[in-house]
């Protein structure tokens, strides 16, 4: 039966600009034919609670089994905002998203797996899984973090990005809940363009810019957000002509990313990538 290799991999000084690494062990020679699941945590870009760990169950399920001889996981920390917890932290957007390209980098360039991955990002990390397909955050803003001499996402964009209980659009969940300004302004400082910049919901072009599959995941028992956000985004989507799933779960906030649903859904995504590649494989007479 074949292993597994678990191990942390730093991709830059701060402690929290860390990733876990699941690999199967089995014919680690060839990491060619392999397929990544990149998993972004959330908590509100400050919540230290929510971490790297939070993909624990997604990658057990899918990662670790006797089966898998493929697919390889990581899952990204990255420098968080100021919380009564945690008063010393001091990240402030852009960093998160930085972070998040930064760490997509290091893996591309130490792994090489092309466009054969996907996004699986929860919460606020489903807005940094989004946000990182958009070249507009390897722009001006980000010049000084990411070294302008790295291209954009080397390796091209993920195939796919599936998202649950996603914070789509800033302005319009201040709306729907005013007391959340707090958690925004600290990460996005007070209301201003930036917001509607950093909303996925808000940014026109989505049909031009990424032309893999987006799997909006939101559940109806979730306490901190309702469907607003979710429909939102698919309107936004629909109204560009963008095609997406739409799949209403069950569980609690912080429950999602830990129940089957989530499993399924990446499974799924991952099942339909595998028949795209030999469709692909056929079309180019293989
Ligand atoms: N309040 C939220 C609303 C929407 C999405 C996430 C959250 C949070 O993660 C809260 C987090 N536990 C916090 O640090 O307040």
């Known amino acids: 039966m074949p292993g597994f290799i678990l191990f942390r991999e730093p991709y830059g000084p701060h402690p929290l600009q860390t990733m876990d690494i699941h690999l199967p062990s089995y014919k680690m020679r060839s990491l060619d034919d392999k397929k990544w699941i990149i998993f972004i945590h959330g908590g509100a870009w400050r919540d230290p609670s929510n971490s790297k760990a939070d993909a624990t169950r997604l990658l057990h399920a899918l990662v670790h089994t006797p089966q898998n001889t493929t697919l390889c996981g990581a899952t990204l920390n990255y420098r968080l905002s100021p919380s009564d917890r945690e008063p010393g932290n001091n990240a402030r957007h852009p960093d998160h998203i930085a972070d998040v390209l930064t760490a997509i980098t290091f893996l591309q360039q130490k792994y090489q797996f092309g466009r054969n991955y996907i996004l699986v990002g929860h919460s606020a990390g489903a807005t940094l899984a989004l946000q990182s ?43 729907e809940y005013p007391h959340y300004s707090s ?49 939102g985004f698919v309107k936004a989507l629909e109204a560009e002509g963008v095609s997406v799933d739409v799949e209403i779960v069950g569980g609690k906030h912080d429950d999602v990313f830990k129940g089957d649903e989530l499993v399924v859904a990446v499974k799924k995504v991952l099942g339909e990538m595998n028949m795209d590649m030999k469709e692909l494989a056929a079309a180019l007479d293989f």
Do not use: M
């Not at 000084?144 to 195939?159: H, Y």
């Open 183 to 231: 958690f925004i302004e600290n990460a996005f400082g007070p209301p201003s363009q930036v917001w509607f910049d950093a909303s996925p919901a808000c940014l026109p072009g989505w049909k031009s810019e990424y032309d893999g599959r987006i799997v909006i995941l939101q559940s109806t028992e979730d306490e901190l957000l309702s469907l607003r956000q979710a429909t």
């Open 133 to 175: 397909l958009r070249s507009i955050y390897n722009g001006r803003n980000l010049d000084s973090i990411i070294p302008s001499a790295v291209p954009f996402l080397p390796g091209g964009l993920p195939r796919a990005v599936v998202c649950t209980e996603g914070i789509y659009s800033l302005p319009d969940l201040v709306d």
